[in-house]
């Protein structure tokens, strides 16, 4: 027999029977009015354990849906700091735990029984705790579970458990004053880098695959900054799950499996068990990119749990921060078995609580938001308006791809719904398919190998702001990233080979030049200025380092198309033709024309006229204005 409080006045029984039914705590015995399997009830206590009694049986009452119930929302929501505050005289821990019937700090291994006040338990622990280890034990729906922190900073190696730090002692200067100026969005060049990869394969590094590593050698930061990027956009630096931190070359992950949300990822540190090392190391590397005027973009992972059965958001509270359907089933719009329901009050506040903390703590200069869909736009304009107000030229950007998760589609923070998301760019999944080829086709070809795109191009090289051949899909150029590859699916040399491209290296060029030159926000993936491959993996999410390690033997074999996005890179900083950020200066200062099939002439007029001329045809073109009037850039494919 079980028993489940499935809202907060309600008690579904899993068994019929008509026989009287009675609610018990350890104080008293109520009589509840039996309705056929479901029994309404008043005044559930959260912080008690109840039991069911009917016809001589006991059983225990479980605290089930009740937990995304709105008006349980309201009851337990609470606005204040969650996690723990240390001062050498004392340390508070608090933790969110409505339904929990006991909870039991576990300091150093010592027992400490915490108070409750509403759905918050907390502690005040009298002494210096600095450096010690925590965890909880917590009393929830009958049973015992022990569980780390969900708002820790600290942790020992795989999140055995979490320690108690003077984060005082991490602080370190910044160098935010040294960034060079950055007013709009359009000025970014955005470049996507794995720590692992960027560092394993390069012979110049001792610290492989770190951050400490990525500030070694010859290559680094150092090769970034003689790139000319702007904002380095680190994929997910926090901790996950699935790489053992001890022993980190045995396996390999990405990192879209989160685990301690405010935790940097200790397979990137020296020292993994070390409470400060992990913290120190990439605040070092942070602070060392802003010395070289590079800005730093954290890709962060809200939309999803790795084992949620096993998070500590279930344990503590489960069911609670997850998605469900009408009838209870889980959403699964990520793929990974779980999303996260971030229309919960408390679900949101951790997201708003964890990036508040990036942006101030790391001084980081931005959020990509991955598989942003899943969330609600109502969070994502508050995220902006967060790190917004922390740091007037932080970016906000993600995937706004249209997720089939169990939220309704004009409240999702998607491509479709950018009007709502003023100020927030979006990864451009017609800019990537119409030059590259549909990402989901076998062997499809876009403008770089087809003259079928050139109407397409138009329109992308206008930002997708401007409505031509389709609709607009964005209100300003400002909200476009422009982009070919990314860690996800073929690298654009992969896929040229796949198609059986004659000459790599110039549809390479052209493809880059594209990225550069369109209006909008460009982005590259590591190692495309170099024609990086992956050996044809389609999803390199665990392969092993010999597929996703950049090889820098490229660097010199390709020299020529390193040279090529560095000197463009020079030219659109250099010019602002090619970073307009409204659409109004857009349909002023643009002219295209097609000349052929493949062929398209591209005027910027601002000031000195430019011209740029694109051909990804097979045929010779020779330009016949005034050469004297127009600065010409030439990119051929």
Not at 15 to 31: G, N, P, R
Not at 68 to 74: A, Q
Not at 212 to 224: C, P, Q
Request: glycine residues 6%.
């Amino acid at each position: 027999m079980k028993a489940r409080l499935e809202r907060m006045n309600e008690i579904r029984l899993y068994q019929a029977s008509k026989s009287d039914i009675f609610l018990i705590d350890d104080e008293k015995e109520t009589k509840l009015k039996n309705e056929s399997g479901t029994v309404k009830v008043d005044g559930i206590d959260f912080s008690r354990e109840y039991f069911i009694k009917q016809d001589d049986k006991i059983y225990p009452l479980i605290f089930g849906d009740c937990v995304r119930d709105d008006e349980f929302d309201k009851k337990f929501y609470f606005s204040d700091w969650l996690g723990f505050q240390y001062s050498e005289q004392r340390t508070e821990f608090r933790i969110w735990a409505p339904i929990a019937h006991r909870v039991i700090l576990l300091l150093n291994d010592i027992e400490f029984e915490m108070s409750r006040k509403g759905g918050v338990y907390f502690a005040a622990i009298e002494g210096d705790y600095e450096g010690s280890k925590y965890k909880y034990l917590i009393r929830v729906n009958h049973e015992w579970v022990e569980t780390t922190d969900p708002y820790a900073i600290s942790s020992a190696a795989n999140g055995e458990y979490n320690y108690v730090i003077d984060i005082e002692k991490t602080r370190i200067n910044m160098n935010k004053q040294k960034l060079p100026k950055f007013t709009k969005y359009t000025d970014s060049i955005l470049y996507e880098v794995h720590i692992r990869d960027f560092t394993i394969a390069d012979d110049t590094v001792d610290n492989k695959g770190t951050y400490i590593g990525m500030l070694e050698g010859e290559r680094g930061l150092n090769y970034i900054k003689e790139l000319g990027i702007t904002h380095v956009q680190l994929m997910p630096i926090f901790d996950f799950h699935t790489v053992d931190e001890l022993n980190k070359f045995d396996t390999y992950n990405w990192g879209y499996d989160p685990w301690q949300y405010n935790v940097p990822e200790g397979s990137y540190s020296k020292n993994p068990n070390d409470p400060y090392s992990r913290i120190n190391e990439l605040k070092q590397l942070i602070s060392e990119a802003h010395k070289k005027g590079l800005r730093i973009n954290l890709d962060v992972v809200y939309n999803h749990v790795y084992d949620y059965e096993n998070h500590p958001f279930n344990k503590i509270v489960p069911g609670y921060y997850f998605r469900h359907d009408e009838f209870g089933n889980m959403s699964n719009g990520t793929g990974c078995e779980n999303d996260t329901e971030c229309k919960r009050r408390m679900v949101s506040k951790f997201i708003k609580d964890s990036v508040t903390y990036w942006a101030k703590e790391y001084a980081v200069d931005g959020f990509r938001i991955d598989l942003m869909g899943t969330h609600n736009t109502e969070l994502i304009n508050e995220i902006y308006d967060i790190v917004k107000a922390i740091d007037r030229n932080a970016m906000v950007y993600g995937e706004g791809w249209n997720i089939a998760t169990m939220l309704n589609e004009n409240e999702r923070a998607i491509i479709s719904n950018h009007k709502d998301l003023e100020g927030v760019a979006f990864f451009n999944d017609r800019f990537r398919d119409y030059i590259k080829g549909d990402l989901f086709i076998d062997k499809s070809k876009g403008f770089l190998l087809s003259d079928d795109y050139t109407k397409q191009l138009v329109y992308l090289l206008k930002g997708s702001s401007v409505d031509g051949i389709v609709n607009a899909y964005f209100s300003e150029p400002s909200q476009s990233i422009n982009y070919i590859e990314c860690h996800d699916d073929l690298t654009l040399y992969d896929k040229l080979l796949d198609v059986e491209c004659d000459d790599i290296s110039t549809k390479q060029k052209l493809a880059i030049g594209l990225i550069l030159l369109s209006q909008g926000i460009p982005f590259i993936h590591s190692g495309m200025e170099f024609m990086r491959t992956k050996q044809g993996e389609h999803n390199s999410y665990k392969s092993a380092d010999e597929i996703n390690k950049i090889d820098w033997d490229l660097l010199e074999k390709n020299r020529d198309v390193f040279e090529f996005t560095r000197e463009l890179i020079k030219i659109r900083k250099m010019q602002d033709h090619f970073r307009f950020s409204t659409v109004e200066e857009v349909i002023k200062y643009i002219d295209i024309n097609i000349i052929a099939p493949g062929i398209v002439e591209y005027n910027l007029f601002n000031g000195k006229k430019m011209t740029v001329l694109i051909n990804s045809s097979d045929k010779e073109i020779f330009f016949k204005g005034n050469i004297f009037d127009s600065k010409i850039i030439k990119i051929k494919g």
